[in-house]
T-cell receptor, first 116, second 113 residues
Framework: DADVTQTPRNRITKTGKRIMLECSQT?????MYWYRQDPGLGLRLIYYSFDVKDINKGEISDGYSVSRQAQAKFSLSLESAIPNQTALYFC???????????????FGPGTRLTVL | RKEVEQDPGPFNVPEGATVAFNCTYSNSASQSFFWYRQDCRKEPKLLMS???SGNEDGRFTAQLNRASQYISLLIRDSKLSDSATYLC??????????????FGAGTQVVVTP
């Protein structure tokens, strides 16, 4: 079941290029998140959104921007990519209504980004 | 200091054996605790939540020690399919962190035949 999808799945780009990663969800969740994962560092939060009109910076937002186009869509942009943004990027969703584990987050399959 | 620390492993475990590992967290205000499982190059998925009294889900047992600020995961009768990286996840319940999760870097478990 592909409740959370990410496009592209893999991307190689050059330093200075603008790139957008897209995330869509069919879970009906209000909350969406963007993380990056680097070896030995775990997942780090880039940006998060608790509803369509809400955008918040995470711990490593510099060099990134986001857009919450609709409840189901949350895109991440790198305005001018640099090599240290090479990482595995995950989108996630969560919902606080009607769940026992209300903090459970559901992740997309990830986008592997390489910046040369 | 990292907010959530884990032994990266790998823990090499013979099939059928028991393996246990811990994670420590630095924020004493943390209220929710989880173990996620991540297969190689795949997305993390919730394995189990960790409750104050400890909880069990089949072959998996999770414990929380608030006084020492650590949680543990024990896997009994290990299966080859248990090979994965286990992420310790903590949710601090402060005003500016509501709904956010803090992830450890993961503990790799390799179950061998």
């Amino acid at each position: 079941d592909a409740d959370v999808t990410q496009t592209p799945r893999n991307r190689i780009t050059k330093t200075g290029k603008r790139i957008m990663l897209e995330c869509s969800q069919t879970k009906g969740h209000d909350r969406m998140y963007w993380y990056r994962q680097d070896p030995g560092l775990g997942l780090r939060l880039i940006y998060y959104s608790f509803d369509v009109k809400d955008i918040n910076k995470g711990e490593i937002s510099d060099g990134y921007s986001v857009s919450r186009q609709a409840q189901a869509k949350f895109s991440l942009s790198l305005e001018s990519a640099i090599p240290n943004q090479t990482a595995l990027y995950f989108c996630a969703t969560s919902d606080v209504r009607g769940q026992v584990n209300y903090n459970e987050q559901f992740f997309g399959p990830g986008t592997r980004l390489t910046v040369l | 200091r990292k907010e959530v620390e884990q032994d990266p492993g790998p823990f090499n475990v013979p099939e059928g054996a028991t393996v246990a590992f811990n994670c420590t967290y630095s924020n004493s205000a943390s209220q929710s605790f989880f173990w996620y499982r991540q297969d190689c190059r795949k997305e993390p998925k919730l394995l189990m939540s960790v409750y104050s009294s400890g909880n069990e889900d089949g072959r998996f047992t999770a414990q929380l020690n608030r006084a020492s600020q650590y949680i543990s995961l024990l896997i009994r009768d290990s299966k080859l399919s248990d090979s994965a990286t286990y992420l310790c996840v903590v949710s601090p319940m402060t005003t500016d962190s509501w709904g956010k999760l803090q992830f450890g870097a993961g503990t790799q478990v390799v179950v061998t035949p």
